[in-house]
């Protein structure tokens, strides 16, 4: 680290071989798509370099690198969603929900699936969820940050936090309960 | 049915983020509450599936083609910013070069005027009798090519001591 701080580049290099499916997973996670995740993970580690004077150690450089590619993925997002009218999802979300109304997953979805076979299906129902849900479900699950710094991420209300990760949560368990079901028909 | 503000209350108990005698309160109540039992178990399990989803999640590219672009573009952005960083030297230099000296000159000229000036306000009358109310005139004879010069003393105008004054006459 010191080293590449001095601007060794190829210290640098080992950090970025180190961390970057870490970064390149996060990016993934929050963008859902393949090509725009290596984009900005790539984004990120330019930025990494570039700032690299200001990374004083108060966490650990992969924390440090996290919180950079999901900034730049939350800018990427909320290009897309100016881009894009209200979803049908948002709209419910909005009004006051439908996934209270949602039944309870009694059963375990993914008992029994081999570890591949349950992340493919993660993957899946990561995809149908919304950016805003799907970003509050990563920032508290992957990231495991607070409610209160949720919030200050996306520029929201503590309230709409937890409805987000309320329906993100409830709508998961729905999804890979249902994909469950598709597989065993 | 369990109302909307209990079950983000709910959310919020299995997150750890209620108060803690908060906290403590509904713990006991989902203990009487199956339906909530049943809700803080889905939640619970969606939260187990997704741990460790990104572990599995690799880079598709090799480390020396993604550094590649990593490199490259860092590369491209420094050289953009060197030109920028040329200019302000340049500036810098030009500033070293023309501007330091030119505030020395001009400093030195003030200084130069304030103590003009301040010559001035120490004995503004001095100059002016001396040149207009000394008394003297002269004679020019250029028959004979002699010049004379009258003093008349004290000078008219001039403040002298009394004494002084006498002793003349």
Known sequence: ?185 | MMEYDDQLRLQAYLDGELPESEARRFGEQLERDPEAAALLEELRRTGECLAGFEEGVKLPETREFYWSKIQREIQRREADAAPAASAEASGLAWLRRWLLPATGVAFVALIGLLAFRGTRAASPGVVEVTQSDSGAFTYHDYSAGATLVWLSFPAEGEIGEPEDLSTLE
């Open chain 1, 1 to 185: 680290m010191r080293a590449a701080q001095r601007g060794d580049m190829a210290a640098f290099e080992e950090l970025v071989a180190r961390h970057r499916d870490k970064i390149y997973a996060r990016a993934y996670s929050m963008m859902r798509n393949e090509e725009e995740a290596i984009d900005l993970s790539q984004e990120a580690w330019v930025k990494g370099w570039q700032r690299l004077q200001q990374f004083q150690g108060e966490s650990s450089f992969g924390t440090w690198m996290t919180r950079i590619v999901i900034n730049l993925c939350l800018d990427q997002l909320r290009k897309h969603k100016r881009q894009r009218t209200e979803s049908i999802e948002e709209m419910d979300e909005e009004s006051g929900g439908v996934e209270r109304q949602m039944p309870v997953v009694t059963v375990n979805p993914t008992a029994g699936l081999e570890r591949g076979e349950l992340r493919q299906r993660i993957d899946r129902a990561l995809g149908q969820l919304s950016y805003e849900h799907r970003t509050v479900l990563v920032l508290h699950e992957f990231e495991e940050l607070e409610y209160k710094e949720i919030a200050k991420v996306m520029g929201c209300s503590i309230g709409t936090v937890m409805s987000r990760l309320f329906y993100a949560r409830r709508k998961m368990a729905a999804l890979l309960a249902d994909l469950k079901n598709e597989s065993g028909k």
